[in-house]
């Protein structure tokens, strides 16, 4: 079993990711209302929890690297440090490049997914900073592995998919994804090639989604003409994975 996993995402109309390049809004429509609607609507869904990639997770921790000496070899299996009943800041970090410098992100207790080959001496930064982790397997890629073990070692049973892209598109190719929650801006960015709320990194011709199906279960218009859509994902028709 793993935790239900909620994609929830903001984009322009044309599915762009970074609110800093969208157009402003229309006059007469709050700039600060249109970015509380993303706060406000994930706490609908009651989650415990949230997971984003590296480099998100690495803009958000801020912390610096340290020199540890005399590191022992530490076994590569799951650490749990004091969480005190918190909600989990979930980072993927397969080659353990974040460093945190405290236990938690914006209150929320901090946990790292890593890839066994991290150093001893970065597990043992992570458990100085009161830092839980888990391991992803040898290279930190057995995304559905971690989700399991983030049900059974915390018990957490639902939670948010923040991006990036390319994490997004990681858990959609891994079919981690039970429902997209996705907020669109009365914006738009416009330039070819900027990243997107799902943005895959794979070969040509490759289809993160196949096999997998949206049915929309809700659409809400929000004050100052943000749209909220909910798509549950669903076997595709004919699919026998």
């Known amino acids: ?36 609607h993303y706060e406000e609507v994930a706490d609908r869904f009651g989650a415990e929890g949230w997971i984003v990639g590296r480099k998100t997770m690495s803009e ?9 000496a005399n590191v022992p070899a530490l076994a590569r299996e799951p650490h749990v440090a004091y969480r005190n009943g918190r909600n989990l800041a979930v980072g993927i970090d397969p080659s353990g490049r974040v460093h945190y410098g405290k236990d938690n992100i914006g209150g929320d207790h901090a946990v790292a997914v ?12 992570l458990r100085e900073d009161g830092v839980s982790f888990i391991f992803a397997g040898p290279k930190g890629d057995d995304l559905a592995g ?3 073990q983030l049900a059974e070692v915390f018990g957490v049973k639902k939670l948010l998919l923040e991006g990036g892209g390319a994490i997004n ?9 039970d429902e997209f929650s996705t907020l669109i801006y009365p914006a738009v960015d416009g330039l070819a090639g900027v990243q997107s709320i799902v943005d895959y990194h794979g070969a040509e011709g490759e ?8 049915r929309l279960i809700g659409c809400e218009t929000l004050e100052g003409g943000m749209v909220w859509l909910r798509h549950a994902v669903e076997d595709a028709p004919g699919s026998t994975a």
């Open 60 to 68: 958000m921790a801020k912390g610096s690297a340290r020199t540890i």
């Open 169 to 177: 598109g990681s858990f959609l190719k891994s079919r981690l994804i």
């Open 146 to 148: 971690a989700m399991a």
């Open 114 to 125: 890593l890839g066994e080959q991290v150093s001893d001496a970065y597990l043992a930064e």
């Open 207 to 214: 289809r993160p989604g196949a096999a997998q199906a949206l």
């Open 1 to 36: 079993m793993r935790p239900f996993i909620v994609c929830h995402m903001a984009t322009s109309i044309d599915g762009r990711l970074h609110p800093s390049r969208f157009t402003p809004p229309a006059k007469g429509v709050s700039a600060d209302a249109l970015r509380r």
